[in-house]
């Protein structure tokens, strides 16, 4: 008898799919294979499809109240001129209803665990707990050059890993976030770097996402942002980089070889028009890379199955191959590899992993006629078939409805408190 059974489903197991029951005890899967099973919740899963827990490795979950908000723009003009300055007004209930409203997204498109970087952490601490969802959580820390300053973010990052770590049974797990190289001395990031070794955490940067940002790089310090870190020993296996837009050949063997993890997101990428990628080439070189959507105001969604598809497509495109990055590959880097990103055990359904389980509707019109699962999934999702969601271990989200949460109520909240933000 299992606490939960997930029965007769076609489950993505080793890169395919194969028909199998899941049986689940506590916060872990303990049973994968063909043996009829039981358990105090059952959910039949015939002519469904059992994915592990997609991981959107790579968030600023309240931006959600910026969706919208500035558009066509380039990055930096749209980080000073719009963003920076309206997130100025933003108070931690802001930031803790436009999470809630983050999270209610992911949940109903199949999302089981995010890393988010941002201000206010302790409000986004509080939504992950109270809606079941998985985290791995840092506050976006930025010196700016200014030692005092460096200091007190400093004591701001490590004191919300002291806090929240660990939380909710092992839900969330705090880590140190640099906001960029662009944004923080080398001297800041060695700090950090030797804090979160010493603490054993990982930890989670922006880098190489513009071609402003390399020349920028060049200009201060003559070298390039990856062989910058790689120099001040910031480069190794606990950290987590978004973007790496801008990688020369060399500084994807770096990241290879210090067993860096790069998160992708190509959506964000594409519309402040940042650039493409070389996904293809780190994948080849042995570099973990994972999905993000980046921040809901330059994307506009957190509907992880749009980077999924586009992450396929981008490199097809690129390297005029269109056998490259399959369809099976892909759905790992958005599973497994986003776990990994931040160690975590999870994103595979295996014995031992945790019971993040995603249940999708396969009897939709754009999944017929089903040649190949593993395809319809990649190509053919809106993220609205997903049905039902387990996370550690507890039926979230069923029948395509959040059970840990008001809808109608988040969406009111959301809809009030932007009122501030519109001219
Ligand atoms: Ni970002």
């Known amino acids: 008898m299992f606490d939960v059974?997930?029965?007769?489903?076609?489950?993505?197991?080793?890169?395919?799919?194969?028909?199998?029951?899941?049986?689940?005890?506590?916060n872990r899967i303990v049973y994968v294979g063909r043996d009829e099973i039981r358990g105090d919740i059952e959910i039949d899963t015939s002519s469904s499809f059992v994915l592990p827990g997609l991981f959107n490795a790579h968030t600023h979950l309240a931006m959600t109240l910026f969706r919208?908000?500035?558009?066509?723009?380039?990055?930096?003009?749209?980080?000073?001129?719009?963003?920076?300055?309206?997130?100025?007004?933003?108070?931690?209930?802001?930031?803790?209803?436009?999470?809630?409203?983050?999270?209610?997204?992911m949940l109903k498109t199949g999302t089981t665990g995010f890393s988010d970087l941002y201000i206010h952490m302790d409000e986004v601490a509080k939504a992950v707990g109270r809606t079941g969802i998985r985290a791995v959580l840092c506050y976006g820390m930025a010196d700016r050059g200014d030692v005092e300053r460096a200091e007190e973010e400093l004591r701001i990052g490590e004191k919300f890993i002291r806090e929240?770590?660990?939380?909710?049974?092992?839900?969330?797990?705090?880590?140190?976030?640099?906001?960029?190289?662009?944004?923080?001395?080398?001297?800041?990031?060695?700090?950090?770097?030797?804090?979160?070794?010493?603490?054993?955490?990982?930890?989670?940067?922006?880098?190489?996402?513009?071609?402003?940002?390399?020349?920028?790089?060049?200009k201060q310090y003559d070298q390039s942002p990856i062989r910058m870190l790689n120099d001040v020993g910031f480069l190794d296996w606990n950290v987590v980089i978004a973007h790496g837009v801008w990688l020369d050949d060399e500084e994807i063997a770096i990241l290879a070889e210090r067993k860096v993890s790069v998160v992708h997101c190509p959506v964000s990428n594409l519309k402040l028009a940042s650039g493409i990628a070389r996904v293809s080439d780190m994948v080849e070189a042995g570099v973990n890379v994972a999905l993000g959507t980046d921040g809901a105001a330059s994307n506009n969604t957190y509907n992880l199955f749009e980077e999924i598809k586009l992450t396929s497509l981008l490199q097809k495109v690129r390297t005029g191959r269109a056998d490259i990055i399959k369809a099976g590959e892909v759905l790992q880097m958005a599973t497994r590899n986003g776990y990994a990103a931040y160690r975590l055990n999870g994103g595979e359904i295996r014995e031992g992993m945790l019971a993040d389980v995603v249940v999708v509707d396969g009897r939709r019109h754009n999944f017929t006629p089903m040649y190949n699962a593993i395809n319809a999934i990649v190509y053919g999702s809106f993220g609205c078939e997903v049905r039902h969601v387990v996370v550690d271990g507890k039926l979230i989200v069923e029948d395509g409805e959040v059970l840990t949460m008001d809808e109608v109520k988040v969406i009111e909240k959301a809809e009030r408190i932007v009122e501030k933000f519109r001219e």
């Not at 000073?80 to 108070?91: D, F, P, V």
């Not at 001297?187 to 979160?196: H, N, P, Q, R, S």
Request: hydrophobic fraction near 40%.
């Open 164 to 218: 929240w770590d660990d939380a909710f049974e092992g839900r969330i797990k705090a880590i140190f976030g640099p906001h960029a190289p662009y944004t923080c001395t080398p001297e800041f990031l060695k700090l950090v770097k030797e804090k979160a070794d010493k603490i054993g955490c990982s930890v989670h940067i922006h880098v190489s996402e513009t071609q402003w940002e390399v020349e920028e790089i060049k």
């Open 5 to 26: 059974a997930i029965k007769n489903g076609l489950c993505f197991i080793n890169g395919e799919f194969v028909q199998a029951n899941v049986g689940i005890r506590g």
């Open 68 to 105: 919208g908000f500035a558009e066509d723009m380039p990055l930096m003009d749209w980080l000073r001129k719009k963003i920076w300055r309206a997130e100025r007004k933003l108070t931690p209930k802001d930031v803790y209803w436009g999470s809630m409203l983050g999270i209610l997204e």
